[in-house]
């Protein structure tokens, strides 16, 4: 399709631009883990300047380029988040929990891989545990997205033209590399890489290969963190890092965890601070870009999550300023409410999501509260998202097409309508050329 339309534009002697269609040098792919279009659109009003008359667009809508359909290769239509990076990262439809395998559990190549062989440096960063199904789907095979420490062990044994596959990995998941019969981290550190698990120390990370383990598990939700925008310091280093090696050019998936996880508990305010971590990471990767215009990033989705709507309930407004005074997520919120009593409650839920401790929001709390912890999140949540008028439809995933955007040299490649494995194809045969 690509080398069609270039040679095309050859043959009419057009000017298209060179940077449309050339394969780029450095490859940044972004995946927000269930960042339906909704999410996009709930950040553009959280982001709005309440001053001007318009609402202003975000670093999301400077890049949109099109669409993916996103269902995997079952009769099911709704993808989970192992076959949506299964086929973001090997051009291939599996089946929900396929971590880069197809329907007979054999191993698909991935596009990290494809980099390596080539000799391209290559990166995995997110904000879940790095062998979560997202990162691992690009560095690893497994028939189950729930065999963490089978995942974890492939960063090391699937070698890659004799090479560990990874030469930079940033996220959580120190649990599963450090384990009774296995020490992975040592294992790394004998072949040579940087380690270090504080992540007020990343700048100790001084050149490749290094791993980087910052949780037991996932790092904490941004709005519960005092380490918000993670994802972002994470991108940035990870950039300075992969530009000090770049000889044959740099691959590298970062991943936006979280956006899911907050989208799955039906928590606005989550999902917000996760979007804006994810945003600030966007925007290191433009910035590289412009300065490096061999580059090419992509963000894309794997599927949406929670059938997150803005209005509800039949009234028509979505209300930014009660999301905006939300201070932790309904998780923490609850766990902090449930041992409290009535008036300690009145001033901590005051003082954590901003809203009223009237009458009716004392006896659905102190109700819920008194039956259990979990009747006591569903209370708090209910509370934020109908005074919020934000609505969920599932605690799952959705169907709908996501959104792509694309930026740098190659970018046009990505526009239009595009099944989610086709992204993978252009971006395979970026690394191919
Ligand atoms: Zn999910």
Redesign the pocket.
Known sequence: MTRKISALAFALGCTLSNSAFAAPKNIIYMIG??MGPAFTTAYRYMQDDKTTKIVEPTVFDSILVGMAHTYPDDDTVVT??AAGATALSTASKSYNGAIAVDTHKKSLKTMLEIAKERGMTTALVATSQINHATPASFAAHNESRRNYDEIADDYIDNKIAGKLPVDLMLGGGTKYFIRDDRNLVSEFKEAGYQYTDKFNKLDSLSRLPALGLFADVAFPHAIDSDEPKRLTTMTNKTLDLLDKHNEKGFFVMIEGSQI??C??ANDIACAMKEMDDFAGAIKAAKAYIDANPDTLLVVTAD?S?GGLTLGSNGVYQWKTEVVEQVKASVKELTNTLFDMNVDQMAKTWTQLTGLPFDKETEKALTGAQKDSKEALYKAANKLINDASFTGWTTK??TAIDVQIFAYGQGRDAFIGSLNNTQIADKLISFIEK
């Open positions: 883990d269930g989970d988040s899911d996880w989208g799955h599927h999550t799952g995933h």
